[in-house]
Structure formats: C-alpha cells, structure tokens
C-alpha cells in the first residue's frame, strides 16, 4: 500500500447547514394558491430592489402564507430563511439574531446603526430571504432590510401603505366560503362538515 497516495487528501470539514428560522408550516393549509404563486415569482427574481408586502386584516392568514412561501423557497435561497417578529423584539436584538445565525460574534456592537451595517455587509453578497413580520411601521424594519442585490424581503403586516420605501403590496382576503370548508374538512372530517356545512358558514 502506497501511503504517498494520501499524502495530499485531507478530510474537509461539512459545511454548516444555513440558517432556516420560519415558523411551522401548517399541515392544514388550504388555498391561497394565486397569491404564493404570484409572491414567489417575485420573491425569485434575479435582482431585489423592492419589499414585498403581505397585507391584510388580522386572522387573514399573513403570517401562514409567509411560512408556506419560506418552506417552498427553501432551496431557492440558498444562504438561508432569516425570521423575525417585529412586534417581539426591537431591532438591536432581531440584528443580532441574523448575525450570529452565520456565527458572527455582536458583542462589540451596542447600537442598532453599527450593528445594522454589519449584517448589511454580511447579507451583500448572499442569497436571503428575509421574514419580517407583524410590521407596524417602516421605522421598525429600515434597519433590517438589506442591501438590494440577490436577498428577498417579504412583510406581513395588517397597515395598509406601510412603507414609505419602494414596496409591492401583495392583499391576503379572508377565506372564501370555499376555503372554509375545505380548511373545515381537514380539522373536522367530511362527514361532520357535510351534516354541519350551514352552521360552519355561518361562523
């Protein structure tokens, strides 16, 4: 056996795996279908210059679309699913979630406008998509977006005309009277909802 032969192999460390941190998508997700098909298409474009905004009344479904939109994007964006709830959290602590989330140590950053610069510069040059959701106000996110070039933001927020940056706004409507029963159907069984199917419509 010639040891010579190994003489230039090293084993390579596995890459870690980038970051995913959307919420759980639904197993009883139903509809929608138009609007992820749209959202994507956009969120797939080759270069970003916009946010894109989900927006609708509150229990529409924003934040369940996002999910499902995060989890058939996954291997899209490659350097990983950045989440955040802007109603939580304030943007120092959302700042360093994205940072350590590629191991980048924040201790030294103690403001938002340093902080904010450093995971811009870390975002440049990756392919991201950026949740943010529950946004009130543009004030909240401006420190979270990144630079435009290959990263998606989408929002999800219940404001109309939120942002006064370039956004395209994308309306969630309550669920059809079709889309009940089939969301119905899933929880309930067919049968229940058959002998049920005025009083759910009624709820």
Avoid at 66 to 86: C, E, M, S
Avoid at 137 to 152: W, Y
């Amino acid at each position: 056996f010639d040891e010579g032969l190994l003489s230039g192999w090293q084993e390579k460390e596995a890459l870690p795996s980038p970051p995913f941190q959307a919420i759980r998508d639904l197993a009883t997700f139903v509809g929608r279908e138009a609007v992820l098909q749209t959202v994507a298409s956009h969120l797939k474009a080759d270069f970003q210059s916009y946010v894109y905004v989900l927006e609708g009344a509150c229990g529409a479904g924003k934040t369940v679309v996002a999910a499902r939109l995060a989890y058939q994007l996954r291997q899209y964006f490659a350097d990983g699913i950045l989440w955040a709830r802007v109603d939580l959290s304030d943007p120092l602590s959302i700042l360093r979630q994205f940072a350590t989330a590629y191991g980048l140590d924040t201790e030294g950053f103690t403001d938002v406008s340093s902080l904010s610069a450093l995971v811009r510069g870390l975002l440049a040059e990756k392919k991201v998509l950026v949740v943010l959701d529950n946004v009130a106000s543009e004030q909240e996110i401006e420190p979270l977006l990144p630079p435009s070039g290959r990263c998606a933001v989408l929002v999800t927020t219940h404001q109309r005309n939120l942002l006064g940056l370039a956004a395209h706004y994308f309306s969630i409507p309550s669920f059809s009277p079709g889309e009940a029963l089939s969301l119905f159907t899933q929880a309930l069984g067919a049968d229940r909802v058959e002998k049920e199917r005025a009083s759910l419509l009624a709820v």
